[in-house]
């Protein structure tokens, strides 16, 4: 398989603090890979410097062959890479239509827009009964399938979800999980931050743990999911 996403030795610092000790991972096209590991271990940091948001001081990102350390941010989205950000962080005071048309701002042809919002609605039937509602008035599994519905508007090919699960009821993570695999198979590739290892590894192809700034395992996400040390560490087990 061909990697749509090589990241190289990437290190990125806070300050003194080194977040990320000088990471290397790939994600090929068409797979799910997982990026588990406890609270502080640098996930999110490595989402933000993927998708332009943290300047890296070290390292090459390298997507479908452009060289992305020293690009802004909306030319990656327009580049094919949009990320699902933590904590969902919709347009409160926007309606879910408008948080969704948002998300389109790189494309210039207004029918195929409407046409990608219309899938949207195929896939979050829920967002299409609550289009003309505030954003901010959704509950938070709502407000999730809108940020992920806002990051499909942009016709990804690599979507990186940062901690999709978080705050949700049992219920609605089950119901993220499942969409992140349709998505999948509809044909876009999935970068997954999950605090929730277990569910991570049961619907990724391959995972990579981190510890602290580093990859302290990688693997099929099968066999992971029966480390023994894995399970005792992540899983509670």
């Known amino acids: 398989m061909e990697p749509i996403l090589e990241v190289k030795n990437l290190s990125v610092y806070y300050g003194v603090i080194q977040a990320l000790k000088g990471i290397s991972f790939h994600v090929d096209k068409g797979e799910i890979v997982a990026l588990i590991g406890a609270n502080g271990a640098g996930k999110t940091t490595t989402l933000h410097t993927l998708s332009g948001l943290i300047n890296a001081d070290g390292g090459e990102i390298i997507y479908k062959g452009h ?3 020293r690009t802004p941010n909306h030319k990656i989205v327009g580049l094919g890479m949009a990320q699902v950000p933590e904590g969902r ?4 005071e926007m309606t879910v239509l408008q948080n969704l048309r948002m998300g389109a701002y790189t494309r210039k042809d207004k029918s195929e827009m409407e046409a990608t919002i219309e899938n949207v609605y195929r896939r979050f039937p829920r967002l299409e009964e609550r289009k003309n509602q505030l954003a901010g008035t959704l509950s938070g599994g709502e407000q999730q399938m809108l940020a992920m519905g806002r990051a499909l508007m942009s016709h990804p090919e690599l979507i990186l979800m940062d901690e999709p699960s978080m705050g949700l009821s049992p219920i609605f993570v089950n119901e993220i999980f499942s969409i992140i695999e349709d998505v999948n198979k ?9 605090q929730n290892a277990k569910k991570a590894l049961s619907i990724a192809s391959r995972a990579y743990v981190l510890e602290t700034g580093s990859i302290a395992k990688e693997g099929d996400a099968g066999e992971l999911l029966n480390d023994e040390a894995i399970r005792k560490a992540y899983l509670g087990e």
Do not use: Q
């Open 89 to 92: 962080r919709v347009f409160a």
């Open 67 to 69: 060289e992305l350390t």
């Open 186 to 194: 509809d044909g876009v590739t999935v970068l997954l931050v999950e």
